[in-house]
């Protein structure tokens, strides 16, 4: 497709699973990003992928996230054991870098709901 | 970290009228973005600023880049039921890329 495409659209946990969320960037975009989004909120930045070079990792709130990029295209970020307070929405943004930002693009995200 | 105050929290308005919100910083912001997201979907880009003190239109939006860097506000003229939505101003902190946002602004437009 042309634009940033995450999956699942919905996912329902239970408190201590780990989850895995997918986000394919736009095609050529060797920025990607993901922020959280809790209800009523503005987004919160979590991590900032850029080409070859190591990750910003600066907004991950505790040590049970993680996220990686494989081959500079797809992301994954996962949390480990999940808490309740991990529940919001996850979403995922993609642009050329160095770039302005009217072509950065955000996915619809995933609703990670933590039971 | 660096946090953007966004009001009002919510507005409620009739159709047709003119709406405003505005965002500001305890410190300087080079890149001023306003951010329109709808139901289960991501932020759209609205308009983006990129220099102090610049009037910016799009539509019948418009947004303007505080001359002291530390604020900025949006505009929306004669409004329409599909401008329902949340508002976001945000921008990127210092030199970084990754983006600061607002707390949002909640639009409805009553008929």
């Known amino acids: 497709g042309a634009g940033v495409s995450q999956s699942p659209s919905n996912k329902v946990t239970e408190k201590g699973k780990d989850v895995e969320l997918r986000c394919d960037p736009i095609?050529?975009?060797?920025?990607l990003y993901w922020y959280r989004q809790s209800l009523g909120q503005g987004l919160e930045f979590l991590i900032y992928f850029q080409g070859n070079s190591a990750p910003d990792k600066s907004g991950l709130p505790s040590d049970r996230f993680s996220a990686e990029r494989t081959g500079g295209s797809v992301s994954t970020l996962t949390i480990q054991r999940t808490q309740q307070e991990d529940s919001a929405v996850y979403l995922c943004?993609?642009?050329?870098?160095?770039?302005?930002?009217?072509?950065?693009?955000f996915g619809s995200g995933t609703q990670l709901s933590v039971l | 970290g660096q946090q953007l105050n966004q009001s009002p929290q919510s507005m409620f308005i009739q159709e047709g009228e003119d709406v405003s919100m505005n965002c500001t910083s305890s410190s300087i912001f080079n890149t001023w973005l306003w951010y329109k997201q709808d139901p289960g979907e991501g932020p759209v880009l609205l308009i983006a600023?990129?220099?102090?003190?610049e009037l910016t239109s799009n539509g019948r939006l418009t947004a303007q880049f505080g001359i002291t860097r530390k604020d900025s506000f949006l505009n929306i003229s004669a409004s329409i039921p599909s401008d329902v939505g949340i508002y976001f101003c945000a921008g990127p902190p210092g030199s970084a890329r990754q983006l600061t946002f607002g707390s949002g602004t909640q639009l409805t437009v009553l008929p």
């Open positions: 943004a993609s642009s050329p870098d160095p770039g302005p930002y009217e072509k950065l693009f």
């Open positions: 095609s050529g975009h060797t920025a």
């Open positions: 600023l990129y220099k102090a003190g």
